[in-house]
Structure formats: C-alpha cells, structure tokens
C-alpha cells in the first residue's frame, strides 16, 4: 500500500525569506535598496523616540508629579486621566500616518527595489508544484437549460412542497384548506 503524501519538509534556506545570501546581497547594495532603508528610518527613528518620550513624560509625570496629575480638569476628569486617553490618541494618529508614509513613500521606492535589475522571480520564490493528486480540477457546473429553470433553482418549489400554500404534500393540511 503506497501514498502519495509528500516526504519530509526541507529546512529553509539559512538566509530566510526566500532569498538566497547573493540575492540578498546584491539586492542590499543597490541604491533603490538604501534609499527605501533611509526613507524608512527617517520616519520610523523620530517617531519612535518622540512616542518614548511622550509615554515616559507620563510616566514619570504620574510618579514624581502627583500634584499636577491630580489636577481637576473638568468635573472628576483630571490631567492624568486626559493624558492616560492621549497615550491612546497618539498610538493611533502614529499608526495612521505611518500607514499613510508607507503607501505614498515606502511602497513605491519597494516597486522600484524589486523591479530594475533584479527579476521578480529572485526575490520571490516560486511555490513548490503540488502532486497529481491535488492538482484536480473541480468538474463543470452545468449550464441551465434555455427553456426552464434549472432543477433546484428559485423559481421551483422544492421537492413535496407546495408552493402555493407552504404545505408539504402529504401531510393531510392541504385537504383542510381546500
């Protein structure tokens, strides 16, 4: 009794991510390369350090600040609650306008990194082929017939149901009714 399952998975490459170490190379000198990687720390480093020190503002502020913190703003809402719900805000405009520099910025400089010079096909690795067996195809649905509906279809009333009255036939109801 055989099968047709595949053998043993093969471990990835040692560089990872599909490409191999000369791709990688290559593809790490260009200069489309270094200009995504610029383009992206130029908008990622200053985010990140001005996120931190917002947060630790807040923090040190709720330890070493407890007067001011406890400041009533508007009726029991005080400054530490406001600035708690602005961590939030900032998390959220932070991921929007990184969204935002990604698609406008980082997105067309990575089009420009895959596509001069380098085949697509060295950066992406093509999908392993799948055995016979999966590589069935679902048989054709059948056309209608032109004349009539087809069997199954909404404009017929499914198999002992009568469409006028919602009735199955056979069960003694429809007699009732007439």
Avoid: C
Wanted: proline residues 10%.
């Amino acid at each position: 009794m055989t099968t047709d399952s595949p053998g043993p998975a093969t471990p990835a490459p040692a560089g990872g991510g599909g490409l191999d170490e000369a791709a990688f190379a290559q593809m790490n000198q260009s200069p489309e390369f270094q200009r995504l990687k610029s383009t992206f720390r130029r908008f990622v480093f200053p985010m990140t350090a001005a996120f931190l020190i917002w947060y630790l503002l807040y923090v040190v502020l709720s330890a070493y600040a407890r007067g001011f913190m406890g400041t009533k703003v508007l009726g029991n809402i005080n400054v530490a609650l406001v600035f708690g719900l602005l961590q939030f805000l900032s998390t959220f405009l932070i991921a929007w306008a990184y969204e935002r520099h990604a698609r406008r910025k980082l997105e067309p400089l990575a089009a420009q990194v895959a596509a001069p010079g380098a085949a697509p096909a060295a950066l992406v690795p093509e999908p392993a082929p799948a055995p016979d067996d999966a590589v069935k195809k679902a048989p054709a649905a059948e056309e209608p017939a032109a004349d009539g509906p087809a069997e199954g279809s909404a404009d017929e009333a499914p198999a002992g149901k009568d469409p006028s009255d919602g009735t199955e036939a056979g069960d003694g109801r429809e007699e009732e009714k007439k």
